[in-house]
């Protein structure tokens, strides 16, 4: 390992943005530090695909941080009797896949590793163009975000130039599967599917599905994604 890189904290779902992320990290000489959350989700077989995703990448090191968004419930994706929507999201309306405050939450555990490891930089794979609507996914959440953390942290007072990165937030899906590719992404080895089984295998139908789907077929690259 070169010891001179700086340190990069990286939010990793398991998905395929936050892979192409990790990617682009290591692209730009960081060492990259995997950050993966078992928040009471539906289903763990994410978690198994950040594990391969982060060997994959080469992160310096990747780390599963056990919080309970289930115990509030409000979402599909942490309370099993919401129903995933698999007929599409209308225009407007932020999906009953949002989960309150998700963001927020993971972002601040990011910002809390980051000061350990003296990073100054957050990589979070939030997309504003092929996206569910969620409103912590959007440029001006992010920009407040960032604002909040350099006055709320020792290393942002004293003048650190802390900054969360967003490479993705403005790319079609498209964009995003093509730069994967050429930086070296196994988007095999990925799970995006809301309501995949327990070997991984996605549903089709749900919204993540559907974007990812259009995602490969509008980049003209062959779909990896293993359907039930």
């Not at 409103?135 to 290393?155: G, H, N, S, W």
Request: proline share 4%.
């Amino acid at each position: 390992m070169n010891t001179t890189r700086r340190p990069a904290v990286v939010l990793l779902s398991g998905g395929l943005d936050s892979a192409t992320c990790l990617a682009i990290a290591r692209d730009m000489d960081l060492a990259p530090y995997a950050l993966s959350f078992d928040y009471g989700q539906r289903h763990n077989a994410e978690l198994k695909a950040a594990a391969r995703v982060a060997q994959a990448l080469g992160a310096v090191e990747h780390r599963v941080a056990r919080i309970d968004l289930a115990a509030f419930g409000g979402s599909a994706l942490t309370d099993a009797s919401i129903d995933v929507p698999t007929s599409g999201v209308e225009d407007g309306t932020i999906p009953v896949t949002y989960v309150p405050a998700r963001n927020t939450i993971l972002l601040s555990y990011a910002l809390a590793w980051a000061e350990v490891l003296k990073a100054d930089d957050i990589f979070i794979g939030v997309n504003a163009v092929d996206y569910s609507g969620y409103p912590d996914c959007r440029p001006e959440y992010i920009a407040a975000f960032q604002a909040m953390a350099r006055l709320a942290t020792k290393v942002g007072v004293e003048g650190s130039p802390l900054t969360i990165h967003t490479p993705l937030i403005q790319w079609s899906k498209a964009r995003i599967v093509q730069t994967g590719i050429r930086l070296g992404v196994d988007y095999g080895l990925t799970v995006s599917c809301y309501q995949a089984d327990d070997d991984g295998r996605a549903c089709g139908a749900c919204d993540a599905c559907r974007l990812r789907k259009a995602g490969f077929e509008a980049a003209g690259v062959v779909d990896p994604t293993r359907y039930r």
